[in-house]
């Protein structure tokens, strides 16, 4: 077998949110297509890189996507001679490249590595959890996983009645738990918010808040002093996580769970975070991109490192809230699955007709990451790519 090609198109989704620092939406969709056939059909793998971020179109079009075409199939075919080799894929897109610097590089083989994928499960006719735990985690995996709602942006005129009415609707859905975003207005106004988000959801330890990486110490130590009594599920991102001084600081004067890394890429950079962050084990939580990490191939090195410096994987809930990510938390057993039900649509989300039930999220068994079980999304693939 062997890739026959691949498309990749960039996207903008026009969205009036806005958390404490931007508000457009960019990302890129990635198609791969092969000569395997199943039910008759070829057998088509889709990518993307996350929706928050610009899509790293030249990167992907003059040196990662033309490295993988020009490779011969034997190059990219596992041993058997009857699938993809993701591990072997990696080698070939990353291929003359620098080991530091980690940016746009690890966000093209990301979305590359989503659709290699996708195209692996679907070539042995399983959802992509099942195949993740049979080659990584001793064949055992988690059918229902935890969740949670993100949501809680800064919309334009949005007041804190609409805010709460967000809140509810989450609930009404079967989540239990929730985030919303801090650090786009002042101390008072943000203290207002999450005060009205812990009345709708009935305690602190089930709402989290995330200041997206914009504060300075002082403000991060101030927000952590008057946030401390609410027991918040975590303090998200409240600074740079490459400033390793900021988040030390503010785990040794904060009590309460921190949460970050989804703005770091590579090994390297997590395994700074976690060597001289001041992150504790016991409480605190990682949320590596792993669709901008270099993707899964990239995450298990990560996951790696993580149990050799004493962390579980447990304390892992991947940042992206779509598909994909569940599939990673399920077959590799993380600690949860952040979702997007309503923003960064139609990508944002699980699968149609699947419920929330109390605050957890049960698979499908269709094929790859089960893009097709998701309507809108499916259509917008297709479309995006001019199928």
Known sequence: MKIVNIYEREIVLPSPVRNSYFSQNAGGVIVLITDAIRHGKPVIGYGFNSIVHYTPTSTLRDRVIPRLLNANPEEYIDE????LDAEKIFKIVTKNEKTSGHGELAHAVGAIDMAVWDTIAKIEGVPLYKVLADRYNNGVYDTNVSTYAAGGYYYPGKGIDVLQNEMKAYLDQGFTR??????GAGLEEDLRRIEAVIKVVGTGSKVAVDANARFDLQTALKYGEVMEPYS?????????????QLNATLCENYRGPISTGENLFSLQDAENIIRY??????????????????GIVGYLKILEMMRL?????????PHGGNLYCLHVAAGLQLGGSECYPGVFQPFGGFADGIPIVEGCVKLTDAPGIGFETKNNLYRFLRQAIGE
Do not use: T
């Open 80 to 83: 058997r001679n009857s699938n």
């Open 277 to 294: 962050g001041g992150l504790r084990a016991d409480r605190d939580n990682l949320q590596f991109d792993v669709q901008l990490s270099y």
């Open 309 to 317: 410096h004493g962390w579980s994987p447990k304390r892992c809930d």
């Open 232 to 244: 918040l599920m975590w303090f998200e991102e409240p600074g740079n996580p490459l400033d390793y």
């Open 178 to 183: 929730v985030k919303l975003k801090i650090g």
